[in-house]
């Protein structure tokens, strides 16, 4: 089965820095999700992305395909921000496998 | 349009116990799959129901079993509960169990 991993593994941030988030793929994935997990414990979508850029306000994330890894850019942190970020994709038998995670802190 | 929801939140058990936990998929969706994920770790497929049958199992032993109503709402079962069945369950819901899979807030298992 596909193997998934993420770095950096830990990221300690001051509110308003930038950052970039890294997820690499052992064989390729016809599609890719990007998840923040909560302190609660919830996984919070953030993108479905199988291929090309997205945005969504200050989060933005590029999957290249055929280079089997995708990229979350967090711009202007906020300590909201805080927390796990996982990344995850298919097998081939649709079940998503997730990397181990970075999880990210964020000060004031 | 109403989310993933899990029932019960929080559960503390005793090893040998049994378990079932809960699960509501998002409206329009027919798929539910379920994820153990341990502490520190990301989380690990459980097995997934597509249409009210299984599709799909991942590295875990017969003791997890689960079921899919008509609704397309999903049980967990576990049996001869272990300590290391302590985690966070997450189920997660999609359309035809290859796209975009939306999870609920979990369910964390204690087992003393």
């Known amino acids: 089965g596909i193997q998934v991993e993420q770095s950096p593994p830990d990221l300690i941030l001051q509110e308003g820095a930038n950052s970039t988030l890294r997820c690499n793929f052992s064989?390729?994935?016809?599609?890719l999700q990007w998840f923040h997990q909560n302190p609660w414990g919830q996984l919070i979508n953030l993108f479905y992305i199988p291929s090309g850029t997205k945005q969504n306000g200050r989060l933005s994330a590029t999957t290249v395909a055929t280079e089997r890894y995708s990229l979350l850019y967090i711009s202007s942190s906020q300590t909201t921000d805080s927390g796990v970020y996982f990344c995850a994709g298919p097998d081939n038998t649709d079940k998503l496998i997730f990397g181990t995670g970075t999880r990210l802190q964020v000060f004031p | 349009e109403t989310g993933v929801t899990q029932s019960p939140t929080h559960l503390i058990k005793t090893r040998g116990q049994q378990v079932t936990l809960r699960c509501s998929s998002q409206?329009?969706?027919?798929?539910v799959s379920w994820y153990q994920q341990a502490l520190g770790q990301g989380p690990q497929f459980i097995f997934q129901y597509y249409r009210e049958e299984e599709n799909g199992r991942g590295n875990f032993p017969p003791r997890f079993s689960g079921l899919q109503f008509p609704n397309y709402s999903s049980e967990l079962n576990v049996n001869a509960l272990e300590l290391d069945d302590s985690a966070l369950y997450l189920c997660?819901?999609?359309?035809?169990?290859?796209?975009?899979?939306?999870f609920g807030p979990g369910t964390r298992l204690t087992v003393l």
């Open positions: 064989d390729s994935v016809n599609n």
């Open positions: 409206s329009g969706h027919n798929t």
């Open positions: 997660a819901s999609s359309l035809d169990g290859h796209n975009e899979q939306f």
